[in-house]
């Protein structure tokens, strides 16, 4: 399927009302630093800027946008496939993660797409 760098990326967007903005910041500020001392290269979280709706498909379409709302775009990557396992396997032990499950999030969850990429170039 192509030649790839090796790396990997794993990609999320969700709707995150703006009343729970800064505990949304709060727990990504957590989830990066755990994320990174479990070994992950990169954690980033972006806020929407320049995003509209579109006529077929959009960022605020993908995740149901509602007023009040602001889409997020986030990753993190890892040296291969094998090294994400390894970290995620790990974060989801790390006890300062154990307090943020699906009902504590100050996001709606159901309305969150993610995946795993493989880096196909890097520029």
Known sequence: ????????VDSFVLAVPTATLDAYRKLEELAGRVWRDHGALEYVVCIADDVQPGKVTSFPQSVQLKDGEVVVFAWAVYSSREHRDEVVAKVMQDPRMKEHGPTTMPFDGMRMFWGGFKVLLEV
Do not use: L, P
Request: charged share 10%; proline share 0%; net charge positive.
């Open 1 to 8: 399927m192509g030649n790839y760098t090796g790396k990997y």
